[in-house]
């Protein structure tokens, strides 16, 4: 069902200028290409490289891919896409593709031919974001930790990773004269306790969970979950519905130390998912934060939380010290990396 009074946001023109035109590669023929999650899809049309009438919409006031797609060509002026390039939130394997935080399912093929395009690429969304990371200017994205990341090697794997709905994860790394992806979902991978009052926190969702995943905190919803278990091993009592924007907005107004705790317990926890994705893939090339989790929270992000998760690595500590944490700064990272893979 589409709402027409659904959210809508158009991009400042300022992301503009950081086009992919210097790449011989991309098509010269418009192209849709998106970016699609459980809660936003930003969609953008590329032309000779330029990207260009980014727009963010509310998946939910959509029936899917095609409705959503649909409003936003309507929204710009109908377009003639020849292909198109969509990022999702969601292992891609096959034509049939189905949300995780969504309830959005549809098969590849149909997308292609209700949206009338030649060619349709779908990737996951964190494949979108890896790819994007090999092309990011020096000003999109803010070092937190680590090594500078020009003294990074230069074609070694990088990391990328980030909460928003879910926990995506992903990494890029260079083969020849191509960056290849390596498309994962780290994020359901088992959440290890790195301090021995984590144990405590795992024990209890053990209780309602049979598998705690990184996800499981690691997450918007993740982050509301955190505090309402902090909460009850404290034996405080805490307002049930607050979400983690309300969360956000009580730490940063100091007015709750618990919520405080949350966001520094959360980025501790990030950082040992990162730190131990570093150590699984040799990911000494950097690593790459993202996720509307990390926007939302903005300076509350606690860098010196995450370096202590991130460095709790024993004999390998050093080994993962050295390695760059960026947070990216540019706006729209995943559809950069869409309209990269298009040509691939």
């Not at 992806?181 to 780290?186: A, D, F, Q, R, T």
């Not at 950097?286 to 991130?310: M, P, S």
Request: hydrophobic share 50%; net charge neutral; aromatic share 6%.
């Amino acid at each position: 069902m589409q709402h027409s009074t659904g959210m809508r946001t158009t991009e400042p023109a300022s992301m503009t200028p950081h086009t992919l035109a210097a790449d011989p590669g991309l098509h010269h023929a418009p192209a849709l290409i998106g970016d699609i999650g459980g809660t936003h899809a930003r969609f953008a049309v590329l032309e000779s490289g330029v990207i260009s009438r980014v727009e963010v919409l509310a998946s939910a006031d959509y029936a899917g891919v095609v409705e959503a797609a649909a409003a936003y060509l309507e929204r710009v002026g109908r377009p003639t896409v020849a292909s198109a390039a969509l990022a999702v939130a969601t292992p891609v394997d096959g034509d049939t593709v189905a949300f995780t935080n969504l309830p959005w399912a549809f098969s590849i093929e149909q997308v292609r031919k209700a949206l009338r395009v030649q060619h349709l690429r779908v990737v996951n969304d964190f494949a979108a974001l890896a790819r994007a990371v090999p092309l990011l200017h020096a000003g999109d994205a803010q070092h937190l930790c680590g090594a500078a990341a020009s003294d990074a090697p230069p074609f070694a794997p990088r990391l990328v990773l980030g909460p928003g709905t879910g926990l995506g994860m992903a990494c890029v790394t260079r083969v020849g004269e191509r960056w290849h992806v390596l498309p994962g979902e780290g994020g359901h991978a088992t959440l290890a306790p790195h301090l021995a009052q984590d144990m405590d926190l795992i024990r209890l969702l053990w209780q309602r969970y049979p598998h705690v995943s990184a996800e499981r905190v690691l997450c918007g919803p993740g982050l509301a979950l955190l505090y309402r278990s902090l909460a009850q091993i404290a034996g405080v009592a805490v307002d049930p519905a607050l979400d983690a924007p309300a969360i956000a907005t009580i730490a940063g107004e100091q007015r709750d130390t618990l919520a405080l705790e949350t966001i520094r317990t959360f980025c501790r926890l990030l950082g040992g998912v990162a730190g131990n994705a570093v150590l699984t893939m040799g990911a000494t090339g950097g690593v790459y934060l993202a996720g509307g989790v990390l926007q939302k929270l903005g300076t509350l992000f606690d860098a010196d939380a995450f370096r202590a998760g991130f460095t709790a690595k024993g004999r390998f500590s050093d080994y993962v010290a050295r390695v760059p944490v960026l947070r990216i700064t540019h706006p729209q990272p995943a559809l950069l990396g869409a309209a990269a893979l298009l040509r691939e």
